[in-house]
């Protein structure tokens, strides 16, 4: 039996998301060193395959990317994408844009697990800063990882029934 599909019934307080692109990606094997998750993360379409790692700074040997470091590809990535889109529809250059990302893990401040932090600048070379400062607003308002960010991101976490 096939696990059951993600569930959207509580998106937005109700409103469901209609999905255009769904990445699955799986992680297996590895210590559990800190909680951390190690071993191999694999997409159901191949083109992600990596071996992940515990940083350093918690007694990881940082041979590989972390939970973290891809969390920031990713919202680098997503907030690019908006930004050179907004770009173009302004007649401007995206080429010369990049986002750095940083994202923190640390303990809550109540103690009870973790939280993340994440800091993100935007450098963008040859555009006025008023325009530049009014596009990068615009592209974090419309970001799906910014959204996350402020809004919170509907979850399910289900236990598949055993086959």
């Not at 039996?1 to 990445?23: L, Q």
């Not at 770009?87 to 973790?114: E, F, K, N, S």
Request: hydrophobic fraction near 45%.
């Amino acid at each position: 039996m096939d696990d059951p599909p993600p569930t959207t019934s509580h998106d937005n307080g109700g409103a469901a998301v209609a999905p255009i692109y769904t990445a699955r990606v799986t992680v297996t094997g590895g210590d559990s060193a800190h909680g951390r998750a190690t071993g191999r993360a694999l997409s159901s379409d191949g083109a992600l395959d990596l071996a992940l790692r515990t940083p350093k700074e918690l007694g990881g040997d940082a041979s590989g990317p972390n939970p973290e470091q891809l969390f920031a590809a990713g919202f680098a990535a997503s907030l690019h994408g908006v930004l050179a889109l907004l770009a173009r529809q302004h007649a401007l250059d995206p080429a010369p844009i990049t986002v750095d990302a940083a994202v923190a893990l640390g303990r809550a401040p109540a103690g009870d697990g973790y939280e993340l932090r994440a800091d993100l600048v935007v450098r963008w070379p040859g555009v006025a800063r008023e325009t530049a400062a009014v596009l990068v607003a615009k592209a974090a308002e419309l970001c799906p990882y910014s959204r996350m960010a402020r809004r919170g991101i509907p979850v399910t976490i289900t236990l598949a029934a055993e086959k």
